[in-house]
């Protein structure tokens, strides 16, 4: 699902953010990816999103060469993608299901399958009775479980969470890492960046480690590395 070789990522101000990687996540994995502010974590994801370029190094995802890709292709790589985020970003003025079937209509979906899907995903997380809702209506735990609906409703294969508690109380954290787990056991790919020590550490799951832009550690299944 995820194949990196040898990735590096130089910023222009000389910074290295990422020094020479290599990752490979499987089809239906559930991986962390871990490490202390400036590990490179943020820099990861935009590189899996396509939203940056690598300094050099090959980066595959969903059997896509990010490096040949053409320009025009990325929006269609990036459908393929659910990604969720801290910070929810949902759209204020609409409720929860139309913040849902916005995913849909960007894509031209045809209306008779967005009512379809729009209630499917809904219940998968938890939210019928809250289709009505606005954001400001919702809990953090409800805003990021509508996120994640947002998410998947184009049915994905690869899910990817940054930092999907950062704003969350513990008993939503856990909440929405165990919504992630379901997902997960779905048959959709889950990699989920995050610094939160003791859900990783709960868990048991692969856990990879980053520190200054190098892979440090990387287990099959266990918890937070001291090595971050």
């Known amino acids: 699902m995820i194949v990196l070789e040898n990735v590096v990522k130089e910023y222009p101000n000389g910074v290295k953010a990422l020094d020479g990687i290599d990752i490979s996540i499987d089809k239906g994995e559930f991986v962390?990816?871990?490490?202390?502010?400036?590990?490179?974590?943020?820099?990861?994801?935009?590189l899996l999103l396509r939203e940056i370029k690598?300094?050099?190094?090959?980066?595959?995802?969903?059997?896509?060469?990010?490096?040949?890709?053409?320009r025009s292709k990325i929006p269609k790589l990036r459908r393929e993608i659910g990604v969720v985020f801290q910070d929810f970003?949902?759209?204020?003025?609409?409720?929860?299901?139309?913040?849902?079937a916005?995913?849909?209509?960007?894509?031209e979906t045809p209306m008779r399958k967005i009512r379809?899907?729009?209630p499917v995903v809904l219940s998968l997380v938890g939210l019928s009775d809250k289709y009505k809702?606005?954001?400001k209506e919702l809990s953090g735990g409800e805003q990021q479980r509508v996120?994640?609906?947002?998410?998947?409703?184009?049915?994905?294969?690869?899910?990817?969470a940054d930092e999907p508690t950062g704003n969350l109380d513990p008993q939503n954290s856990w909440?929405?890492?165990?919504?992630?787990?379901?997902?997960?056991?779905?048959?959709?790919?889950?990699?989920v960046v995050t610094h939160n020590r003791e859900i990783v550490n709960k868990m048991q799951k692969r856990v990879i480690t980053l520190k200054k832009g190098k892979v440090v550690c990387d287990i099959e299944r266990g918890g937070y590395s001291d090595e971050s």
């Open 32 to 46: 962390f990816i871990v490490g202390n502010s400036g590990s490179g974590k943020s820099t990861l994801v935009k």
């Open 54 to 70: 690598q300094t050099s190094g090959k980066i595959v995802v969903k059997s896509t060469n990010l490096d040949k890709i053409r």
């Open 147 to 160: 996120a994640i609906a947002r998410a998947l409703v184009n049915n994905p294969p690869l899910l990817i």
């Open 116 to 118: 379809r899907q729009v």
């Open 102 to 107: 916005f995913a849909l209509r960007v894509t």
């Open 175 to 191: 909440e929405i890492m165990k919504l992630l787990e379901d997902i997960n056991k779905r048959g959709t790919t889950v990699v």
């Open 133 to 135: 809702a606005l954001p």
């Open 89 to 100: 970003r949902l759209l204020k003025t609409l409720n929860v299901y139309e913040n849902i």
